[in-house]
């Protein structure tokens, strides 16, 4: 049997999430029907990790088993032929026995987009949140590099959150500002927040991007970042920003190249 670890790009608005559900319409359940079709195996696929509803991916991970002889360079075309044009298998890569997306894997990056404009951009009404008013930028930065290093989350997940430990580290934080050129509104762009880490909590990355939004918006300073983490009260901090606006960017390992440049 070959371990094979896949990378794929989705658009998941039309989608119930990565993780089969029962109504059958999650990118898991294309994935391995679009193997099923290919291989005619019956198998399961691990991913490096679940998107709710609504979330995409730029470079999500899974691997699976499979007893197919079919040349490692020629999965990605086979398999886009037979998916949905909002699933894209970009990379394919034939890994030890021992590799596992999910628990292999050694860094995460999400990127949460804001488009800050008066009016939406129709084009990217499902991969960004539409913020009409403005935003200010330098606080939102700096809240945003208050979540770097080992922290406990309680006040940054959802209250269903399942795992036993809220404890994350945070490896680093990015905020991206692209400004453009509009003749009807001087501040019109897009805000792009990144967060890498070892591994993230039901809606963590939602709520900080939340978070971080109420103080581009005055309603919080950044200096009450330390003390809603130390508050361990979800009661402490910002909504839970919309799930379009979401991105599962890269995930990183030691052994399987991921970068999609």
């Known amino acids: 049997m070959r371990n094979i670890a896949m990378v794929v790009s989705y658009d998941g608005t039309g989608y119930s999430g ?38 995409h991916a730029r470079g999500q991970v899974f691997n699976f088993t499979t007893g197919s002889q079919i040349p490692v360079e020629r999965w990605c075309l086979a398999l886009n032929s037979r998916l949905p044009h909002d699933i894209v298998v970009r ?57 770097t290093g080992e922290h406990n989350f309680t006040s940054f997940c959802s209250t269903r959150t399942p795992a036993e430990s809220h404890v994350r580290t945070i490896f680093s934080t990015r905020l ?22 070892s591994g993230f909590l039901y809606n963590m990355v939602r709520i900080i991007a939340g978070t971080v939004i109420e103080v581009g918006e005055g309603k919080r300073s950044p200096s009450e970042i330390p003390l809603i983490l130390a508050g361990e009260n979800r009661g402490l901090a910002g909504p839970t920003a919309v799930p379009h606006g979401l991105t599962l960017w890269n995930v990183e390992y030691n052994s399987f190249q991921t970068r999609l440049d």
């Open 18 to 55: 990565f993780q089969t559900q029962p109504d059958g319409n999650t990118i898991q359940d294309k994935l391995e029907a679009a193997i099923r079709h290919l291989t005619g195996e019956q198998l399961k696929i691990i991913g490096s990790g679940r998107t709710d509803a609504g979330v």
């Open 91 to 147: 990379a394919a890569q034939e890994v030890p026995a021992d590799f596992h997306a999910r628990r292999s894997a050694k860094r995460k990056t999400y990127r949460y987009s804001i488009q800050r404009s008066k009016f939406p951009d129709v084009f990217h009404r499902n991969t960004r949140f539409h913020h009409p008013m403005p935003l200010a930028v330098r606080p939102m930065r700096e809240a945003l590099a208050a979540f």
């Open 176 to 197: 991206i500002d692209e400004p453009y050129a509009d003749p009807e509104d001087g501040d019109a762009g897009v805000i792009h927040l990144e967060v890498t880490g």
